[in-house]
Structure formats: structure tokens, C-alpha cells
């Protein structure tokens, strides 16, 4: 527990820098009173559905916001866990960072997926225990992330969506939604027209290192 605030600094800064946006702060204002879509939200906040979009996809890799899909719709919301989280961790800004200490947890899983050196880091930086501890913001760094999650289907395996969701849940419970609609969208996991069956669909071994 000594080392919490050092622990916590990279996932505050994402949150601080991800609220450095005067757009963003309005948007989760707007986003506190209730659900919304993004159409909703532009013309609410006089922006493009594109740059709102945008917006959403920063505060949502903060762990500041979740994604609900209904059809072909989008409804965004608060997440009010990782509020939570940011307000904690912003409680503790005046506590000095603890001197880190040598990491000893096992991550031969990650060098057993025999990826690139840089994928590899990728996954040594947003997890810990094989969990994922934040979503990174840059595309490039979460098609990783998402890469090393569609690991976690078997292949020649149909899943409902209750399933498919219980293993997103075990790796990172805050936005399992979200993680199961890019994984989707990269084609990671295909999913039957009507949404019942996934499966698992792409090179996942494919390293671009």
C-alpha cells in the first residue's frame, strides 16, 4: 500500500491530461446528467460528430467514461468508478511518490507470446498480473492491447455475448464494452449479424515490430 501514489501517477496524469480540454470538461458535465449519444451531444455542444467522437475516445481510454452499443447506436455516459478513481488519486497529488520497488511479478506470459520487443513493452506498461491496468490513447499501442485480448478466445470457439463479456471482465471490468466493440471493429472477434455468436476472426500472432 506504501507505494500506491507512485503506482497511480501515470494513471492520473492520462486523467489530468485528458481533462485539460475545455470541450471534454463540458462534455462530461452534459455526460453526468444521464446516457447520450454522440449526435446528441454535438448538437448539444455546437461540435462535429467526428470531433466529439474524438473527444469521447480520450476521455474513455482515461477510464472517464463508458460506451453502451444498441444496434448501430452509441450511448456514452459517466463512468463513475473511474471518477472516483480520479478523485482519489487526486487527493493523494501532495503525497511525495514512493521509491519504486524491483518489480518481481512474473511476466513470462508476455515474452511467451514470442511478439516484438516494442509490442512487448506496450503490454509490460498498461498491465500488471495479466489484468490491464489503463487503456492507452494512442491507437497504435491499443491495437496491442487488443491483439493480446482476442489471445484469450480459443480458436474454432463460438461465444455468446455474456461470454464474451465474462473474459473482457476478467482483464479490465471498467469499459469490457467498449474493449468487446474494438475488438470487433480491428476484426479480432467477428460477431453474427444479430449479435448472438462471436468468434474469434484475424491473425492475432502477428506482430509489427
Not at 458535465?29 to 466529439?52: F, H, K, N, Q, Y
Not at 518481481?104 to 491496468?133: H, M, P
Amino acid at each position: 500500500m506504501k507505494n500506491q501514489p507512485y503506482e497511480n501517477q501515470a494513471g492520473l496524469l492520462d486523467m489530468l491530461k485528458a481533462l485539460a480540454d475545455q470541450s471534454r470538461l463540458t462534455l462530461l458535465r452534459i455526460l453526468s446528467e444521464g446516457e447520450i449519444t454522440v449526435s446528441d451531444l454535438a448538437r448539444r455542444v455546437d461540435l462535429s460528430e467526428p470531433t466529439v467522437s474524438h473527444h469521447l475516445s480520450r476521455l474513455r481510454a482515461a477510464g472517464l467514461v463508458t460506451l453502451r452499443m444498441a444496434g448501430n447506436q452509441r450511448y456514452y455516459c459517466l463512468n463513475e468508478a473511474g471518477l472516483k478513481r480520479f478523485k482519489k488519486m487526486a487527493a493523494e497529488i501532495e503525497q511525495a511518490p514512493a521509491i519504486p520497488e524491483p518489480q518481481d511479478e512474473n511476466d513470462s506470459w508476455i515474452t511467451g507470446l514470442g511478439w516484438s520487443a516494442s509490442d512487448q513493452q506496450v503490454l509490460r506498461e498498461y498491465t500488471r498480473g495479466e489484468k490491464i491496468t489503463r487503456l492507452p490513447s494512442k491507437q497504435k499501442k491499443l491495437i496491442v492491447i487488443l491483439r493480446w485480448l482476442a489471445t484469450l478466445f480459443e480458436p474454432d470457439r463460438l461465444y455468446t455475448e455474456r461470454e464474451v463479456n465474462e473474459v473482457l471482465k476478467s482483464v479490465y471490468a471498467e469499459d469490457y464494452v467498449g474493449l468487446r466493440r474494438d475488438l470487433v471493429d480491428m476484426g479480432y472477434l467477428r460477431r453474427e449479424r444479430g449479435g448472438e455468436k462471436y468468434w474469434l476472426g484475424g491473425d492475432v500472432t502477428r506482430t509489427d515490430g
